[in-house]
């Protein structure tokens, strides 16, 4: 008899994973630390040409580019003279799971299906759920989505219950879970009982469906402006999207296009709290993932988490649940586009971003969502004054995630706060200090820890021996 | 005695279990989280007649059994749009006077 206790089940994790990704990691390990990251994502994964040709084939991705004419003109009223750039969103909702998180689940379904196996699952409360879904349905797959929806009351939030219901219109089993990070665990138990492919946000099959999306930017940048976007704002949570947008770029040849991470400020919300899972309007896209998995990607349901947001981001900055309703509304009273809340987080970044821009700059918004029922501002705020939040006109700056939600008046209260990445480096080297339970270092370890974070290898060697880590002269 | 609700063979239900109860949650969780079960609801089609509150095996759209508690009859979906949010219509009417063409623009004061 299988030991079916939390302990017992977390202690075979390895070899669930090993079978139901079917990614040896070893291949790619480097001694106790370091693993050599472009070859797991050449080898593991497929081309980019692969990578779209098995994403035409299910109707996913060449999304259009649309140009935000009035926001670039809000952006241009409240900068100085001159400045404002040109602000272009790309309209991912019109993916047919309604997010680009159908890019991911069309390469990971494929690899299920190519590989025999007969059905596919994921651990995901977010439109990647719905993703997986579609992908299953339309390949022929069967489908299990494991979800955190309700709080210990069985009260959930109606953006999540909306994804689940998503994902139960497309075929799938849905099972249902109270907050927790043993939803992991819950995941381990179904892939041994069914023996599914584990579709994991973060194997490189989850991150090379995305890099697509980068290159489409660039090739349609390309064609309308004659020049590579010189910036691209990407919602940030569990890394996958600014590390597959940004490797699109790379290799469609817009290596000097900066990537900026934006995230929804939920600072002092605990993720796995029970009491706080209801108090927070988003539930993807905010610094209760952003944070965590840019300082240390290893703490998924994978050995070697592909998505490693450190290696590209050029800046990473906040918003406020606020100001993200605000451009939602902005974007359908101006723009006449109506689209989900969560997925405007990088155009409410981009509107404030754009003004430090010149005008002749070209700024690109890399994703919008479906929006729907339980998927829309109005069902969201009424659900947090439900849940004791208070919903206010005023600045941004009075926002208190979890307390106060304030709207703001005009354009000009929008604003970002800047997440130092810098900080965030220092956080990854504590991290793997501590995870590695290191030392000393060898100076390959060293160059890993710095490609990894994208710093000089000086400035890890500096960091590491503050952290009374022995670390070989350079 | 209230009338205890039945479901019919092959109807589409609900169940409910524990998975950990509460004392065993992971190590770590706060505190809050840790005082309370882990709980699991999956819908799927009645293997047999079952009232409310009984055990009861289903079979889930992906073709699995599972067993647990029957805790609704035909589960809907009960989320929508909400109310009227009265700052987002104060956002939409500032938005709208100040950046459409003047000339043709409502009056919306």
């Known amino acids: ?474 | 005695m209230p009338e205890r609700k039945t479901c019919k063979i092959g109807q589409w239900v609900q169940v409910h279990r524990i998975v950990l109860e509460a004392g065993h949650r992971a190590q770590g969780v706060p505190e809050d989280t840790a005082q309370v079960p882990m709980q699991m609801w999956v819908k799927g089609f009645a293997q047999y007649e079952a009232t409310v509150g009984s055990q009861l095996t289903i079979v889930t759209a992906a073709g699995r059994r599972v067993t647990g508690e029957l805790v609704a009859i035909h589960p809907g979906y009960e989320h929508g749009f909400g109310q009227p949010v009265p700052e987002l219509l104060e956002v939409a009417r500032e938005l709208r006077q100040r950046y459409r063409n003047r000339k043709g623009a409502p009056d919306l004061d």
């Open chain 1, 1 to 474: 008899m299988t030991d079916r206790s939390y302990e017992g089940v977390m202690s075979r994790k390895n070899e669930i994973i090993l079978k139901s990704v079917g990614i040896d990691y070893e291949k790619f390990s480097q001694g106790r630390m370091a693993f050599d990251y472009e070859a797991m994502m050449e080898n593991a994964a497929y081309s980019l040409d692969e990578v779209g040709e098995i994403q035409r084939a299910v109707g996913v991705g060449n999304t259009p580019l649309l140009e935000l004419k009035n926001l670039t003109q809000m952006a241009r009223d409240t900068a100085p003279r001159g400045y404002g750039a040109r602000i272009f969103v790309k309209d991912e909702a019109a993916n047919p799971s309604g997010s680009f998180k159908a890019r991911r689940a069309a390469v990971s379904v494929y690899h299920a299906k190519k590989n025999g196996f007969t059905g596919v699952l994921a651990a995901t409360s977010g439109n990647y759920g719905a993703a997986v879904a579609s992908q299953a349905a339309m390949q022929g797959l069967n489908c299990i989505i494991v979800q955190e929806v309700y709080d210990s009351k069985g009260v959930g939030q109606p953006e999540i219950v909306e994804k689940g219901r998503k994902c139960e219109a497309l075929g799938a089993e849905v099972v249902q879970l109270t907050v927790g990070p043993e939803l992991f665990y819950t995941a381990l138990l179904l892939l041994e009982e069914t023996g599914y492919f584990n579709a994991s946000l973060y194997t490189p099959f989850g991150i090379a469906g995305i890099e697509t999306l980068g290159s489409e930017i660039a090739g349609q940048v390309q064609q309308r402006c004659g020049r590579p976007p010189d910036a691209v704002v990407v919602t940030h949570a569990g890394g996958g999207n600014v590390t597959g947008t940004a490797r699109g770029l790379i290799k469609a040849g817009c290596a000097s296009t900066r990537i900026i991470g934006a995230s929804v400020d939920l600072t002092g919300l605990h993720m796995a709290s029970d009491r706080d899972f209801n108090r927070k309007s988003f539930t993807t896209g905010h610094t209760g993932f952003g944070v965590p998995f840019a300082t240390w990607p290893d703490r998924t349901d994978v050995p070697r988490n592909a998505a490693r947001p450190l290696r590209y981001l050029d800046r990473y900055v906040l918003i406020t649940q606020g100001e993200v309703f605000y451009m939602t509304e902005a974007l359908a009273q101006l723009e006449g586009i109506e689209r989900g809340p969560a997925g405007n987080t990088s155009l409410a970044a981009a509107v404030v971003i754009a003004r430090e821009m010149k005008e002749d700059e070209i700024l690109v918004v890399q994703e919008t969502e479906y929006t729907g029922a339980g998927k829309h501002p109005s069902p969201q705020l009424t659900f947090a004054v439900q849940s004791g939040v208070e919903v206010k006109l005023g600045d941004p700056a009075e926002d208190v995630p979890g307390k106060v939600i304030a709207i703001p008046r005009c354009p000009e209260q929008l604003r970002v706060r800047e997440f130092d990445l810098k900080e965030a480096g220092c956080s990854y080297l504590r991290n793997a200090v501590r995870h590695f339970r290191l030392d000393d270092v060898s100076r390959a370890e060293m160059a890993f820890l710095a490609s990894d974070i994208r710093w000089d290898v000086g400035d890890v060697r500096r960091v590491l021996t503050e952290l009374g880590v022995s670390c070989p002269n350079l």
